[in-house]
């Protein structure tokens, strides 16, 4: 794997397509309180998040008709482990972000403005035959006496093998939950009540 030999070169303002930057993929509040440089290294990190960009988001962006805010996108190994990512996490290949659309409240995932909230926003893209994606997940993080965050959680492999798996994951205190397809946040808490009855 080739390094880059100038750091210097990662400019956050640097463009992977029209409409991201490099910094919105690298920006972290974790990484920037534990003082960790957040930033691909190798060639290929740079070329997959490029490819996302704009094989995946670009698109997206299209299809919601909305600028999408990047809420976590490429992580060092560091970072990862910090927040508690999957230990083959995407992120760290640079093939994967967390977002949701710019009309949003990140807090609730519901409208400020016209618009489309995150759930529909994952329904649209995850009937999209031409979107080549490798994972679309809906996320939705319950919170103590708060509404639940919601966002879309969506990969892609450059080099191909995109299984275009769609699946919601429920984050509690309790663990997480998982069910194929977007499921919305009222199913989940039915079935946990069914389950607990």
């Excluded at 409240?105 to 403005?113: H, L, R, V, W």
């Excluded at 969506?154 to 309790?174: D, M, P, Q």
């Amino acid at each position: 794997m080739r390094k880059f030999a100038d750091d210097r070169l990662f400019d956050p303002r640097r463009a992977l397509t029209k409409h991201f930057r490099l910094g919105e993929f690298t920006k972290s509040a974790t990484a920037e309180k534990h003082q960790l440089y957040n930033i691909p290294r190798e060639e290929h990190e740079l070329a997959n998040l490029r490819a996302l960009a704009d094989q995946i988001l670009e698109p997206a962006r299209t299809l919601v008709g909305a600028p999408l805010l990047v809420t976590s996108g490429y992580r060092c190994a560091t970072l990862n482990r910090l927040i508690g990512g999957a230990v083959q996490s995407q992120h760290m290949l640079g093939e994967a972000a967390d977002f949701i659309p710019q009309s949003q409240n990140p807090n609730t995932g519901k409208n400020t403005s016209l618009g489309m909230d995150v759930e529909e926003a994952a329904l649209l893209l995850s009937a999209q035959p031409d979107l080549r994606f490798d994972q679309l997940i809906f996320e939705i993080r319950e919170r103590e006496n708060a509404a639940p965050i919601r966002w879309i959680h969506i990969s892609h492999k450059r080099l191909g093998g995109n299984r275009r798996e769609v699946l919601s994951i429920l984050h509690t205190a309790n663990g997480l939950h998982v069910r194929p397809g977007v499921v919305d946040y009222s199913s989940f808490v039915t079935e946990a009540n069914r389950n607990e009855a």
